[in-house]
């Protein structure tokens, strides 16, 4: 079967396509196209009016069609993929060529008058399948053009061969991949378990000591700090059913129509509640415009509360500004911080799941979860989370959200 090293047989300009198919195999990228770009190029040197290209089914062990490309008589009936199936099956059955040709009928529609020239397809000793070129009413196909034939066969295999080996890669890689993944998950997610079950444990267990007597104010210390652990905890559990209900697609939203500063001024006052060593400020002109967008309430308190909650760990003790701007296409919420900043190398990551920026100071804690779930909320409203920040210089956060009508004031 594999003819590609024969070319001595060939004329100039079946030489030429065959070089030019050889140059499509060589670039291919997409098979579709491949097989396209393969028939239109063979056709000026080989007569045909259908080509049809049947893969095996490992699954079920069935030859079926693939790729199919009606060109000369008969190209309105290019659907009937059933064309070619007896020389496809005999082809690939015998690994051999399989010609069928009708007797001659002058009064025949040439349409009923098939010549049929199957190939069997081999790749490393493996019948793979069968490509079937149609000639309707004939003339018969020569040795030349069977050799011919022979080459696009050939070429036909290499696109397909190159194309599962391509396909083996990238399973190949994607296992790889989420097997790294997974033992990624696995270990931050212990180890951001067992942080706060620690504590947890620790002060329940430093409480109920029998020998040792704990003043009021010790005790409620211990309590308080079991307590915030807790809250930890039960966040971190949220984030990673958020996180893997993201991945699954079954994070639902329901949208609303909200009125965006009277929602960014309840989230302000929580937070300012929760934050009371940090300056947290909703700028005034927030309030005049009445921004409606079409947003799940809670999920977009959940993305703001998260980019204030890291200016709070990141940019400690310092002011958080939020600001509403709109232009004719968005509505964008800033979240800006005085803090440290990120360094330009992680901007790119820090939305990706599990990323956190490397640092000496290990008393951050945090499971890079939340920067993904606020990215995929937004980008779940049709809304993009964008960053500036610069290394010494503090961290701003943009939501953008595509603009609603504005509200007529009441
Ligand atoms: P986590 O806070 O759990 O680590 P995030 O996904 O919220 O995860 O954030 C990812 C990383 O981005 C953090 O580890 C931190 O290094 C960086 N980061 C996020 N917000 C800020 C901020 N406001 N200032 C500086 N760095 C930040």
């Given amino acids: 079967m594999n003819n590609r090293g024969n070319t001595g047989s060939l004329q100039f ?19 579709d196209k491949a097989l396209a770009e393969i028939v239109r190029l063979a056709r000026p040197v080989f007569i045909f009016d259908n080509a049809v290209l049947y893969l095996l089914n490992e699954k ?16 309105s ?13 005999e082809a690939f059955n015998s690994g051999k060529i399989h010609l069928n040709e009708p007797d001659p009928k002058p009064e025949a529609d040439r349409l009923e008058q098939g010549f049929y020239l199957g190939q069997p397809m081999m790749v490393g000793g493996k019948n793979i399948g069968a490509l079937v070129f149609i000639r309707f009413g ?21 696109v397909l061969e190159h194309q599962r080996l391509v396909e083996r890669i990238a399973n190949l890689e994607a296992e790889r991949r989420l097997a790294q993944l997974q033992s990624d998950f696995l270990a931050t997610v212990s180890h951001e ?3 706060p079950l620690g504590f947890i444990k620790g002060y329940s267990t430093t409480l109920l000591r029998k020998d040792a007597h704990w003043s009021e104010e010790e005790r409620r210390e211990f309590i308080g700090i079991i307590n915030e652990e807790a809250d930890e905890l039960g966040e971190l559990v949220n984030n990673l059913l958020d996180s893997s ?48 967008v079409q947003v799940d309430p809670r999920r977009l308190a959940q993305v703001v509360e998260n980019l204030i909650s890291n200016a709070v760990k990141y940019a400690p003790n310092g002011k958080v500004q939020i600001t509403v701007s709109e232009n004719e296409a968005r509505v964008s919420i800033s979240v800006k911080d005085d803090g440290p900043g990120i360094a330009q ?54 939501v953008e959200l595509p603009r609603q009508k504005e509200l007529q004031p009441a």
């Fill in 60 to 75: 079920n062990g069935t030859l079926e069609p693939a790729f199919a490309r009606a060109i000369g008589r008969g190209r």
């Fill in 245 to 292: 209900r993201l991945q699954s697609g079954s994070l639902s939203m329901e949208l609303k129509e909200v009125e965006l500063p009277t929602l960014l001024d309840e989230i302000v006052e929580r937070q300012k509640v929760r934050y009371p060593e940090m300056e947290i400020q909703l700028a005034s002109q927030a309030l005049k415009g009445r921004f409606a």
């Fill in 345 to 398: 190398e992680h901007l790119d990551q820090i939305f990706k799941r599990f990323y956190r920026v490397p640092s000496k100071n290990n008393s951050v804690r945090g499971s890079g979860l939340g920067l993904y779930i606020c990215d995929q909320i937004v980008s779940a409203h049709g809304g993009r989370l964008r960053v500036r920040s610069k290394k010494g210089t503090g961290t701003t956060f943009i």
């Fill in 138 to 158: 004939g003339p018969p196909f020569t040795s030349d053009q069977i050799n011919l034939a022979e080459f696009i066969a050939a070429h036909v295999t290499q």
């Fill in 193 to 195: 378990l067992k942080t």
């Fill in 13 to 31: 300009d079946e030489l030429k396509a065959v070089y030019a198919i050889s140059r499509v195999v060589a670039e291919t990228v997409d098979i």
């Fill in 77 to 89: 009936s290019e659907a009937d993929l059933s064309w070619g199936e007896l020389a496809a099956h």
